[in-house]
């Protein structure tokens, strides 16, 4: 049986009322968390504790190789899984993918060539082939730091799109490609985009979306 899933997208920027008691009375209704990058551990630890429901999170090209908590060291947030490079299926049945980071500017960690987002990008591909055959579909959420190629990007080198997504996109259609990396400073800004089947979204702050999906049990691939 197909019902509506209920998600909650988070990237760059803490919210106030969502690092408090607050969250688990605005939030009540959400069924999954993904994250876009660029939000310190603490934050994804207590939003995950306050909810208790599945988080999915790509690290941003600010992320910090170990973060230094009042619990001891940290090199992932606890309680949520890592979602580069990886394809998922959750409980709910919902198919995800995603990839880290930015296009390369410096030498900072997390950031990448167009190349090797390209080779990235392919090795997702025998996952999502194998997707097809078992489900009838290829994936319904790629989660991602960086956006599409001129798709919401901008034109420094930092804040530019990744060709490969969008051929991801055109070629595997998931109902969702979830991003973050671009500030948004204007009210008027474009943060929804449709491309063909697949709805690009900037998660930047925070963002509720829905989903249909099967009653399917959850492995990984």
């Not at 299926?89 to 090797?116: C, F, M, P, R, V």
């Not at 055959?133 to 804040?159: K, Q, T």
């Not at 800004?189 to 998660?203: C, L, S």
Request: glycine share 6%.
């Amino acid at each position: 049986m197909a019902g509506k899933l209920h998600i909650l997208g988070l990237s760059d920027i803490e919210i106030g009322f969502i690092y408090s008691p607050m969250v688990a009375e605005r939030f009540q209704n959400i069924d999954l968390i993904i994250s876009c990058g660029d939000l310190p551990y603490y934050y994804l630890e207590y939003i995950v504790s306050m909810l208790n429901v599945p988080m999915y999170y790509v690290r941003g090209n600010h992320a910090s190789v170990v973060e230094i908590t009042t619990a001891g060291e940290r090199t992932s947030p606890w309680g949520a899984t890592d979602l580069h490079q990886r394809v998922i299926e959750d409980d709910t049945g919902i198919l995800l993918a995603g990839l880290e980071g930015s296009l390369q500017y410096n030498l900072g960690a997390y950031q990448y060539s167009q190349n090797q987002y390209w080779f990235k990008v392919f090795r997702l591909v025998p996952k999502l082939i194998i997707n097809k055959l078992r489900f009838g579909r290829y994936l319904d959420i790629f989660v991602s730091h960086a956006p599409p190629w001129h798709i919401h990007d901008e034109s420094d080198r930092p804040h530019q799109g990744i060709k490969a997504f969008n051929w991801l996109i055109d070629v595997f259609q998931p109902t969702y490609a979830l991003h973050g990396h671009i500030h948004l400073y204007r009210s008027d800004a474009v943060t929804v985009t449709q491309v063909k089947q697949t709805r690009v979204v900037n998660v930047f702050g925070f963002k509720e979306l829905e989903i249909d999906t099967p009653a399917t049990r959850s492995r990984e691939r």
